[in-house]
């Protein structure tokens, strides 16, 4: 099929290398514009942007698609079908009415859960113990689009949002080529009313971790914020990202130091924390991040 291709973080290449090695005509991909990024803060091209270019292909990233112009640069592509992964923009009726099948969302849940812009995140924090992909024929509500297929996978134990979204990303490309290769036997599912969430954004300010909560709510809010923005605590004025934890045994004062292992009590049950990141350090596993900061029993975090 002839694909206009649009995405722009990491999750969204996995998609875009797949529908081209499964032979289909990527005729354009659209990305968001490159951002300041690093400590240069010069401009940076998104993921999607970077590897597309790679593959020699046609690339835009217009600021907006309300306008008549970009819109009738978009239809003049002439594609049979536009894919959709983590864009980032909304796209107007008369981009979804210009390809001559629509345009298609990879949305990382099984809707009607977790529509919105942090899924993935979402889910962890939340708890749940299955998550999935569903593909989505796209309509102007906010992920509430009809599925041709979905896919379903069980969450980890100790699995963090950075390890669920690698394997999201894969599960996604996949499925969205199965769904074009099977596009026209496949009918659409309109969605339950019932059991509609909503995935708000992330906001960093509900990334301060308070140990007077379960030991279970600590550590899924530890995995489901890691790495980004990365839930935190404060030591000696120094904030410290927590990037990896498990459930352990254990019961003391909410926030001090059970061992010299970084155990930490919590409301009701312990975290032991795995992996740490100091204020301008990379993130060290617990034992390295003890060679220089000890945590010894006791402490009071």
């Not at 390809?99 to 859960?113: D, E």
């Not at 889910?123 to 992909?133: N, P, Y």
Request: proline fraction near 7%; charged fraction near 20%.
């Amino acid at each position: 099929m002839r694909v206009i291709f649009m995405g722009t973080p990491d999750f969204s290449v996995s998609a875009l290398d797949a529908l081209h090695v499964a032979g289909h005509e990527i005729a354009c991909v659209y990305t968001q514009p490159p951002r300041p990024a690093g400590r240069g803060k010069k401009d940076r091209p998104s993921p999607v942007q970077a590897r597309a270019e790679v593959m020699g292909l046609d690339v835009r990233h217009p600021v907006s698609l309300r306008n008549a112009e970009a819109q009738e640069a978009f239809a003049a592509l002439n594609a049979d079908i536009a894919v959709v992964v983590a864009y980032g923009l909304i796209l107007p009726q008369p981009v979804l009415d210009a390809p001559t099948h629509g345009c298609l969302n990879i949305h990382a849940s099984l809707l009607p859960r977790w529509r919105g812009a942090a899924p993935i995140h979402r889910a962890i924090m939340a708890g749940d113990t299955e998550t999935g992909v569903c593909i989505m024929q796209m309509e102007a509500g906010l992920d509430t689009g009809p599925v041709l297929m979905r896919e379903a996978t069980p969450i980890g134990a100790t699995e963090t949002t950075a390890q669920l979204h690698d394997r999201l990303a894969g599960i996604g490309a996949a499925l969205v080529v199965r769904t074009l290769d099977q596009l026209p036997a496949l009918t659409a599912k309109p969605q339950p009313d019932v059991g509609v969430t909503y995935a708000t954004k992330i906001d960093k300010a509900e990334a301060a971790i308070d140990w007077t909560q379960d030991a279970a709510e600590v550590d899924r809010k530890i995995r489901g914020l890691s790495p980004f923005p990365g839930a935190w605590f404060e030591h000696d004025g120094m904030r410290i990202k927590v990037l990896g934890s498990v459930l352990v045994e254990g019961a003391g004062a909410a926030g001090a130091t059970l061992d010299d292992a970084l155990t930490i009590a919590c409301g009701r049950g312990a975290v032991r924390l795995t992996r740490l990141q100091r204020a301008g350090k990379g993130a060290q596993d617990a034992e390295m991040f003890l060679r220089g900061m000890p945590l010894s029993k006791g402490t009071q975090l």
